[in-house]
């Protein structure tokens, strides 16, 4: 049986790997961020067997869906993460400006109306490129909308603390909105219920079972075999009652974090004003239509979800 993925040693072990990713990513220019990155994660990438393993096992998948992943996959998986940190930090220091983004054909006018109307919004994203994009974005006063918003955002912190630590020192104002999810209770998801009302936006990831809760999953097909998904990320947008939305920040380039970003904004059409019995089905459907978006863009995009550890193995049980 793998561990759990809460129970891995967090990738870079010393503090001094996250300082040095750090003066990096602050002092050299951004084609040398890249190149650093690719030699350290090299030898990184020879010496991490349990992570080659992993990333093995999802580009397997991706093969069988019909997508073509060359000889040295797992080292181009493994240098994307890299470079998605890399990316993290200098979004931190408000490196990334909204003029980096390009707005796709899909829901994103109507997320904007809604919030320019003072409405919010609970939005799933994923470990599918840079979830922490929008927040950066608008805790350095660049926003999309006419009206100014807050983003709050549900995260388990159990594999990331030394990085996160390290955010949080970069920019301590950006780590003030956050909410932990193993301490998510009644008075809790009232606060975000009121912070929604208040036009502000509520963001949780949907791909990865929290630590505490790790048994309360709902199985769905997922690059061609069935997978476990947290329960609680969806149960939420029920308790919440607001509208859904499912955001994805991605490089349109793996491999360049000077590229421009995607970012694709779709609003579910499954309705979760539905009664107690009719939830756990809603709750399904609701999952299906995220990850076939979430399926379709790993197939487009296929180095950039970053989940290291067997994520259909509890699904085999």
Known sequence: MSEHWSEIEE?????WHF??????ACHLPLFLVEFCTAIICFFFWLGAAPVRACSKVYLKHLRKMGVHVGVFGTYKHILSFALSMMEKLLGWKGAIKLNHIEMQNDDLQMLVDQLNQGCGAFLLCSHLGNMEILRSLTGYGEFHTAKRFQVFPVEDFSGSKKFSALLRELNPELMANMIDANSIDVSSAIWMKEKIAEGNLVVITGD???ANT???????????????????????ACILNAPVYFVFGIRKHDFNIRSPYEMHVVRAKTSLDCSRKER????????REYTEILEQLCKAHPYQWYNFYNFWESAEK
Do not use: D, H, Y
Request: proline share 7%; charged share 25%; hydrophobic share 45%.
């Open 214 to 236: 790790r048994n309360r999953v709902i199985e769905t097909m997922f690059l061609g075999e069935k997978a476990s998904f947290p329960e609680g990320a969806f149960s939420l």
């Open 208 to 210: 990865r079972t929290s």
């Open 11 to 15: 990738v870079g072990g010393s503090p």
């Open 280 to 287: 756990p089905e809603r709750l399904k459907i609701l999952l």
């Open 19 to 24: 300082r040095f990713m750090l003066w990096v």
